[in-house]
């Protein structure tokens, strides 16, 4: 196995139009799906696939779907999630510039399934040069009879509509993505109620990925069945994941899950291995919002097994010694890279990012992000470390959305993992103030032995 | 984001530009509207913003805002509310190009902080500011979504990937040499609608 399921046909040239898309077997799951299956077979392969949400959380999808509430009189909507601002998270992005097809393909399917005759794609505005992409994959589909009214003569019509976003990481979230599709600022709505109940226009909604939505037609095509042989466990199939920072080859790459991590760094088939040659010292494996872990701990659990890429297993230690596959933003750190630095530079991201509605996420953000700035600049005291525990802790769990989760868990893991380098800064202001001191005073001091195994981490 | 309040002094100043759509421009508005179901028109005010930031002079001012406001058949302080909370519409008149350049963690390591530095040094302006010549607008923004490619940024809506100073250096120059004549690049948001 190790096959690729999502971007098997990438390299075909012109396989971003309808033509040469067809010509190898795109839309037959729409033939199949609309033809021969019911909507609620449509929806137990789904379900049998074992399909999990690749927008971050890993929620199945087939009982995301099942939520939804199919009593109601009024319209229900598909959301796609076309948001991709987590940071290190680039993989939808490569889907839809590449593979339109493969996801209007899903849309229809999964509208299909949830009985949604409307579809919007909420794409972030800086992606314009996409919006054109889509655009015109979706004129293709429907001068072909695959959107519009009577798909194939069925009974079943959908329209899809790309909607841009202007600029905000928060319309990712959900529910503040639907606020935005409504028009008005990205405020994150008190849950619940849940889009399943109410959610765009106060209508019963789904919100999925473009990843989890893409790979529909892939699972009608093969069978749920077949599709849950891939991967290991409950992380079945593939998953994208956007790999940069300091190795040889960045990249978004479609693995099946349970290749362990050091493969996945190391191999020249994926990352390639650390550039310069220099050592790896830290990974963050899911976006910028997922706990960093020191290259021991990325590399194998304090079980001492291989650290896998699936969802178990990269949270194995919880948040102790383990973290999450989250989108699959795969961040790579190398010796030089400063940690301090790093986690200053991305509470600065969620401060900036905070929609501002709850205290605890507005204040606490900035308040991190000026300790941090202290203690990178030379001005930290060592009672700033323990101080930026606490308000990481006062933050987490106590706000209306999961940014305030977000912005806590790398400060939290950073100072977990790395307290050593903290303390360092605040006992060396001299050379901590110079910005590009990386880490290599602190290497002589921190690095540990080499691993033997020949792959060089701290 | 959020933090944008400078909407009042745009109160008394002059657009050069009529506040106007096109027609053709106008026809696509309306299509758009129509995406949403009825009485959800609001629901086309982000994409109406980014034409109307393109086609009538670079950046919202409080009678573009107004007269999108009467489009959309919303209050004027529904449309003040929304284009002060996105990074992507601008208060403010704009240099020609603005540069945006991605300060997030993962193009930081890989030389982000290099190409901002060299940009205010060669721009002699800071994050924020407008050259004298009024062509170049310099941005910090957060990850776009491109950090494979990194050190990254977008002048205008184009992206420029894997930067260094000396690539930098050349767009600048490419940049100023095309400022007299049709922008280069991308097509414009109608056209991506069409
Ligand atoms: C702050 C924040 C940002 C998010 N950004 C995104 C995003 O850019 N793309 C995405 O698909 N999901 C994002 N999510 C997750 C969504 O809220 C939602 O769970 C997801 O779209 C569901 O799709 P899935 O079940 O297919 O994963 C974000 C969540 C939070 C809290
Ligand atoms: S946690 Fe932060 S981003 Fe989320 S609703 Fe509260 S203030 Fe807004
Ligand atoms: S960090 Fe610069 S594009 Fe993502």
Redesign the interface.
Known sequence: MGGKILLTNIDIPGIRGFDVYRAHGGYAAVEKALREMSVAEVGTEVNRSGLRGRGGAGFPTGLKWSFLDRKSDK?RYLVCNAD???????KD?YLMQHLPHLLIEGLIISSYALGVN?CYIYI??????L??IL?KAIREARQHGFLGERILGTGFSL?I??????????CGEETALLE???????NPRIKPPFPAFKGL?GCPTVVNNVETLATVGPIINMGGEAYSKYGRGKSTGTKLI?????INK???YEIEMGLPVEDFIFSPEYCGGISNDKYLKAVIPGG?SVPILPADLILNTVKGEKRLMSYESLADGDFVSGTMLGSG?F?V?DED?CIV??TW??T??YR?????QCSPCREGTGWMEKILYRIEHGQGKMSDIDLLVRVAKNIEGNTICPLGDAAAWPVASAIRHFRREFEYHVKHPEVVKN?HHGAIELNAELMGPDSGTGIKYW | ??QNNHIHHHLFEKQNKPVKFSGSTLEVVHQLIK?Y?EG?Q??????V??IAQEELGGYLSVDIMDYVASL?N?QPI?VY??AT?????YLDKMGTYVIEVC????C???GG?QILAHLQDVLEIKPGETTHDGLFTLKE??????????PVM?VN?E?YEKLTPGKVDKLLEDLREYANQPKPG??T?V????
């Open positions: 319209p991709e601002s987590e940071p290190g998270t680039f992005r409307t972030r505005g800086e992606f314009k040069y919006v054109g655009e329209n509509y790309v909607h841009p976003g202007a600029g905000a990481y928060i935005s599709l409504e028009g008005k600022r990205g226009y956007s790999a940069c920072g300091n960045p990249g978004v910028s933003g961040i750190f890279a630095r790093n530079n991305l600065h991201f900036h990012e905070s929609c501002g910005i | 984001m959020g995406r179901p959800q609001k629901s086309a005010l982000l994409p913003l980014h959309l919303i529904e509310e929304v909370f996105y990074s992507m519409f300060r997030t963690g993962p930081a390591i890989s902080e923004v957060e990850c776009l979504g491109s950090c494979g490619t990194g977008q809506t992206y991308d097509s948001w056209e991506k609608f069409c």
